[in-house]
């Protein structure tokens, strides 16, 4: 007598995708935008290589708080320097942002997957980018960290949107390029596609990585 055994086949269903670095190369729009705050209100700017080793990928409130543990300006200042950071990179986006005709082939392409977008940023500049750049219409939702309590490294963001899809976390594939976000996807339990860059997030990477994912 034969027995059968049932077999689970796990299947990729949605794609959560980090911002900055992943669907849009926005690092210098941050960089710069958050030294001509700091500049014109502290009196003083972070160097590149300091920036992409410590501050890429945490929101801005965080960065100023590590800022403020080194005794490099006041907590008086924060709010300040905030604002006017993200009224610089708003102008930033709309100066060079545009739309991206590769993003757009890889959306246009993966319709038959659920599509969301997880950021560090805060909704109105995340929204703002995707917009300019032609994917915000392809995202089922955006959450930003002004929608958790606690942001990447912590994957509350991904948890939250992994649970509004009702899916299971192996029937997701997060898209991330910082160390902190590739710590928070992989605390959610989700497949983890890590990339280098933003030119890497291409069509045919995501559905190479979909049939891997698909197949393990």
Request: proline share 3%; with cysteine.
């Amino acid at each position: 007598m034969y027995r059968f055994t049932r077999i689970l086949v796990k299947m990729i269903k949605a794609i959560l995708y980090d911002l900055d670095g992943v669907l849009v190369d926005a690092t210098e729009w941050h960089y710069e935008s958050l030294n001509i705050a700091l500049k014109e209100i502290a009196g003083f700017i972070i160097e590149r290589s300091e920036h992409v080793s410590t501050f890429n990928g945490i929101p801005t409130k965080k960065k100023m708080e590590i800022l403020n543990k080194q005794n490099r300006f006041p907590s008086t200042l924060f709010q300040d320097v905030w604002n006017m950071k993200q009224e610089k990179t708003k102008e930033e986006i709309e100066k060079y942002g545009s739309l991206d005709q590769n993003k757009i082939r890889l959306h246009e392409n993966t319709k038959h997957l659920k599509k969301a977008c997880i950021t560090n940023s805060i909704r109105e500049t995340a929204k703002l980018m995707l917009e300019k750049t032609g994917q915000l219409e392809y995202m089922d939702f955006v959450i930003s960290n002004e929608d958790i309590i606690n942001p990447k490294p912590s994957p509350d963001g991904y948890n939250k949107a992994i649970g509004k899809l009702k899916l299971q976390p192996n029937e997701c594939m997060i898209v991330e390029d910082s160390p902190k976000g590739i710590e928070a996807a992989k605390l959610s339990k989700a497949n983890v596609y890590e990339v280098n860059g933003f030119y890497e997030v291409t069509l045919e990477n995501i559905l190479k990585k979909i049939n891997f994912f698909n197949l393990v």
